[in-house]
């Protein structure tokens, strides 16, 4: 029997300790600070424990012996936990989506002979797999564009938009300067920015706006054009954009009647109301990412979508599924000593391992994730 | 010499007494609370005396003896002092849109002897003067539409909006529910409803929406129909009705980092930045006033279109000419005694009055404000 603990128990750690649990050759214990995110895994044969997974000495302890461990911890704790594991010397796969570069942890993880998969979710995680394999399947890559977002299928006034993860995410994914490349060099250029449309199939029309989410890939991909975008129904970001240039976003505080406030903090509370999912709404994940290169003296165009449904049976989210199933499927891998490379692997870095790129689309596919993806011709070179 | 009294020497206060004391017949003295205010008209021919206006017996000593009153006061004391000057026997206009019905007081101040024209601006004001004659002008009104906005030349993202008068007036706008009558019967819809494309002469297209503005109209206009619609650019309402429907106008106080924050007062603090108009930037008013109603068998629509922009020279605004010129040119008449009738008078009530009627719209023209009336058959009755 295979040792698998998941750290974090929260909406994708539940999940993914249930998949992995879903096959006896696993034993998980799963362990959260939270006893009603932990008590949501009661009935299953999943073992919980409270714990502080915010203090070092605590994830050492939990991790002690085990095969692989799952991070699935809110980003502000997912790097500490990331580098305990890695000094505990246990392979680790983690979706904690953290601030901090995760490469900044690679030379301690070969060094301690750990495999850390990171950022292995949808986005940072497919989206990063996806530009790995256009980067192996080509002789030079010309550009690379990434589109993602996670959105509810019924169109509400007026921001048309469901919390699929931490609306704090959301807001500092609206804030924060995005980064990208144009022409080989770095842009940085304002979150919300060049809105325009995109035709989705099965969708219909959204809007793709920057964001700055294309992190260890500005590093690892080798492409003069690489960009990121977020996608939402149109005119979300206009309207995000009124709120923050408004100052409802910001994080200075304002005097009113005598007190300090935070905008930010009275928007969050605000917007948490009007875009909290009601129980069993349906919501849809989309990710395509279009790369374009040359190849054997031919440009061709490598095309990846995914398409993914809120799932009924179960009542997981797309933006769960999506983002769980990726970490899952690594971390069973890890546990199956199926991946030992030392040292920190975006997925990107997994591309050129055939097997471990067949495990994560063949088990994506198993659990009804829908990819395609297509090569085509678009000009000789 | 006749005294005439300015109760209040704000943007439209200051306005009035320089239009008064630009006749060498009056001799105008300005009462307001705040110094810089009245510093303002330094070097003109008007005396100034601070006091504070909120208090009825500094009312009545700064009103004791003189010919009229103008009160141009904010709305939460315009109705107290207008009170005091009915109390002290003194003739008065008034421009301060109180929340309170101005026609309480009818009874009072016909028992003291007093006129007192009161909603003398634009809207209140020039609009109620011509329902007044669309009533005067008919057999039967049918149906009276007015719309109203002041609005900046210069559109600016997100709002295209610049506050020409009090912002807590404007969200009050926008947030209290407005009353009009619809096939005989009143009905109540909530402020930015039913927003509707508006060709305005001279403009383009503007949206209006519900605003509770009739007032005194509800009562004294006998027409089957009879609303009042605010004119904005077009999309202002959406994104006001977003910032309303998200909890950012509500008075409702919300917990915010252990602190109470209502969030009105937080959106005005950030609005006020948003819609300060710069030093100098053109704007325009607009009001159109359109009535149908059958006269000696025939149906008629009589329509009265005033339309203004800032005064270059002298740098007031429209909003503030065309609402402080109405009420300069009333209290002129009144402490001319060219109108003694005791009572309460929204301008409806001085349609049947030839003579006033006549000095309002040829003192306005005098003024450069230009209100074009048109009079069509539309179809026999």
């Not at 030392?342 to 050129?352: C, Y």
């Amino acid at each position: 029997l295979k040792r698998v603990v998941v750290l974090g128990a929260g909406l994708v750690g539940g999940l993914i300790a249930r998949d992995v649990a879903s096959d006896p050759e696993f034993d998980v214990t799963a362990y959260d600070a939270s006893a009603s995110a932990l008590a949501r895994l009661a009935g299953t044969r999943i073992a919980t424990r409270r714990a502080d997974l915010s203090d070092a000495r605590a994830v050492r302890d939990a991790v002690a012996g085990v095969d692989a461990v799952a991070v699935a911890l809110p980003g502000f704790m997912g790097t500490n936990a990331v580098r305990a594991v890695i000094e505990a010397g246990r392979p680790l796969a983690d979706i904690s989506f953290s601030p901090e570069d995760p490469l900044a942890l690679d030379a301690r993880a070969r060094s301690q002979g750990v495999p850390a998969i990171v950022d292995c979710g949808v986005a940072p995680g497919l989206s990063n797999l996806f530009c790995g394999l256009a980067q192996e399947q080509t002789d030079a890559l010309e550009r690379v564009s990434i589109l993602v977002g996670g959105l509810p299928a019924r169109r509400v006034w007026p921001y048309e938009y469901r919390l699929v993860f931490s609306l704090t995410d959301v807001l500092e994914e609206y804030t924060r300067p995005s980064r990208f490349r144009e022409a080989g060099r770095l842009v940085v250029r304002e979150a919300l920015s060049e809105v325009e449309p995109v035709d989705i199939p099965r969708v219909g029309t959204l809007e793709a706006f920057n964001t700055d989410g294309l992190r260890t890939l500005l590093s690892t991909i080798d492409a003069p054009d690489l960009k990121e975008k977020t996608l939402r129904w149109p005119g979300h970001a206009d309207r995000m954009r009124m709120l923050r240039e408004t100052g409802f976003l910001s994080n200075d505080p304002v005097v009113v009647g005598g007190v300090e406030v935070r905008p930010r903090a009275l928007a969050e509370e605000l917007l948490l109301r009007a875009w909290t999912r009601p129980d069993g709404e349906e919501e849809f994940t989309v990710l395509r990412v279009v790369a374009e290169g040359r190849r054997a003296g031919a440009r061709v165009r490598l095309t990846w979508d995914l398409y993914d449904r809120t799932d009924a049976a179960s009542g997981f989210t797309s933006m769960a599924r999506t983002t769980g199933f990726p970490c899952a499927i690594a971390v069973r891998l890890l546990a199956q000593g199926a991946f030992t490379t030392p040292g920190v692997f975006p997925p990107e870095r997994l591309a050129g391992s055939a097997a471990v790129v067949g495990a994560l689309l063949d088990g994506l596919r198993a659990r009804g994730v829908a990819i395609e993806a297509a090569v085509e011709t678009v000009a000789s070179a």
